[in-house]
């Protein structure tokens, strides 16, 4: 299992597959490097490098005060650095495209272009709410079939979803057991996430534009509660250079296999090579 420390000590997980282009993939608030299973077996001439944060996936878990965007882009980097990468395509999904902003303003230098999935500089309230109301808590539900079922019934601005994509979603957010279902991740990132939530919010306008200079790529979902509308407007405004794909039939967050995503994910791609 590949692993790699970080500079305060802790053990985390990665996958280094394919040659070519190094990407280095970002997931969502609570997932690992499994959130680009679907996208995986479509890139191309790619070297794809996914990263479990700390307290996800197969990673330590670390002190709830760490689990911070800051330090999880400061990891991004170490696994950089202990691959022997001096740059590297960024690819976001969600917390993912934030960590990529953030890196953009601290190492833009390391980065060759920026890909953010259903995410920009300001987050829907709405969707924030969602976020806030699971996370960190085990489901009531008791098996990977119950939770892909309700999946199919809750899942706000998704339709033409295969039955089996939402099992394969529940493989990943859960862990069955004797005692029911248990997280893949910290269940106190919960505490991390509500207590920054206790702070002002940041403009983070002048995160995006910190990515200025660098090839870019927003994809979002059509029905979306996270990224709103008005929000990827202002940033096609900001860029228009950016390749922006609006994914129908998805919410937050599109699974990036979808043609929409895969078309915006090419262009970009070969913008880099």
């Keep these: 299992m590949p692993t790699f420390p970080t500079s305060d000590g802790l053990s985390l997980h990665y996958t280094d597959e394919g040659d070519g282009l190094p990407l280095v993939c970002l997931a969502g608030l609570t997932r690992d490097g499994r959130d680009f299973d679907f996208v995986a077996p479509h890139l191309s001439n790619v070297r794809l490098i996914r990263l479990d944060y700390r307290g996800r996936g197969q990673s330590d878990w670390a002190d709830p005060s760490t689990y911070h965007i800051p330090v999880e882009g400061r990891d991004a980097v170490e696994l950089m650095d202990h691959l022997g990468l001096e740059k590297a395509a960024i690819l976001g999904t969600s917390r ?45 539900l008791r098996s990977h079939a119950e939770v892909a079922e309700a999946r199919e019934r809750v899942m706000t601005g998704f339709a033409n979803v295969p039955k089996s994509r939402w099992m394969e979603e529940a493989q990943r957010l859960f862990h069955e057991t004797e005692d029911g279902l248990a997280l893949t991740y910290d269940p106190k990132l919960r505490d991390a996430v509500l207590n920054s939530g206790a702070e002002p919010a940041p403009d983070a306008w002048p995160l995006f534009d910190a990515l200025a200079g660098l090839p870019l790529a927003c994809i979002r979902g059509a029905n979306s509660d996270l990224l709103a509308k008005s929000t990827f407007e202002e940033m096609k ?9 609006d994914v129908p039939d998805r919410g937050h967050i599109p699974f990036l296999d979808e043609p929409e995503s895969l078309d915006a994910l090419r262009r970009w791609l070969d913008m880099l090579r």
């Design 96 to 140: 993912g495209g934030l960590i990529a902003m953030v890196m953009a303003s601290v190492v833009k230098d390391r980065m060759l272009g920026v890909a953010l999935n259903d995410i920009g500089p300001e987050i829907a309230p709405e969707g924030l709410e969602v976020i806030k109301d699971y996370l960190g808590r085990t489901p009531a």
């Design 237 to 245: 405004t900001r860029r228009p250079d950016m390749i922006a794909a």
